[in-house]
């Protein structure tokens, strides 16, 4: 806790609980500010509250469990997902709107309905989940490395920031995604893939898909015959 000229204690969720019952449930009702958060656990946490965390901290996701952040944040040390879910139903859950976002591995999901402008590096393979009656959408600059990206769910992911670097992989296996306004670069370096297994990937009015000469193949549906859908809109 924050007292005024010193910043709190460093902050690890793990295995051994928060909850004597095992909900994990944590309730902030004031704002706090620690000097680091870790959530490194292979069991849910909650976190929610009127209070928030504040302060020049990151908030660190790893190990494989799930945690789903409802309160609404001011730290400017970033987000950093390592491993397992992080589940958000806001974009302040991740810090102010100038904090950064960092995938390295895990899952974003978003579970109501978000509009980022936050910068977002993608430096490992990163998974979306975008979850039913959900509309989400990325607006902010994304940098990445040469990584696989996979979108889930039921709802929609909007993609409105240009991805040039150019992914390995682009891979839908469920919801929507829609590339708007931006474009998205499929290098496929070593052999990638654009891939719509199920679900929809659409590219929107002002968006542009290209597939770079390392693309192996382009595959609508699987041999389970799931619907897919490719569809140029706008």
């Not at 870790?38 to 190990?63: C, E, F, H, M, R």
């Not at 992080?86 to 302040?92: F, G, M, N, R, Y």
């Not at 109501?112 to 509309?135: C, H, K, M, Q, W």
């Amino acid at each position: 806790q924050y007292d005024g000229n010193a910043y709190g204690d460093n902050v690890t969720f793990g295995d051994d609980g928060y909850n004597v019952d095992g909900t994990n449930s944590v309730n902030l009702s004031v704002r706090v500010v620690p000097s680091s958060v870790t959530i490194n656990s292979t069991v849910p946490y909650t976190l929610t509250g009127t209070g928030g965390i504040d302060g020049t901290t990151s908030l660190v996701k790893a190990n494989s469990g799930y945690a789903f952040i409802g309160t609404s944040n001011n730290f400017t040390g970033g987000t950093v997902l390592n491993e397992g879910t992080l589940a958000i139903t806001q974009d302040s859950a991740l810090g102010t709107n100038s904090s950064s976002l960092t995938i390295a591995g895990g899952t974003l999901q978003f579970a109501g309905n978000v509009v980022s402008a936050r910068p977002v590096a993608l430096t490992g393979n990163a998974t979306f989940e975008t979850l039913v009656g959900v509309t989400a959408q990325l607006n902010g600059v994304i940098t990445n490395d040469t990584v696989t990206v996979t979108n889930i769910g039921a709802g929609t992911l909007g993609i409105a920031a240009n991805i040039t670097n150019g992914l390995k992989n682009l891979v839908v296996n469920g919801g929507t995604l829609k590339i708007t306004n931006a474009l998205v670069n499929v290098t496929g370096t070593s052999g990638g893939s654009l891939v719509d297994q199920s679900g929809i990937l659409e590219v929107a009015a002002g968006g542009t898909l290209t597939l770079g000469s390392g693309v192996s193949y382009f595959s609508i549906g699987n041999s389970s015959g799931a619907i897919s859908t490719f569809l140029v809109s706008g």
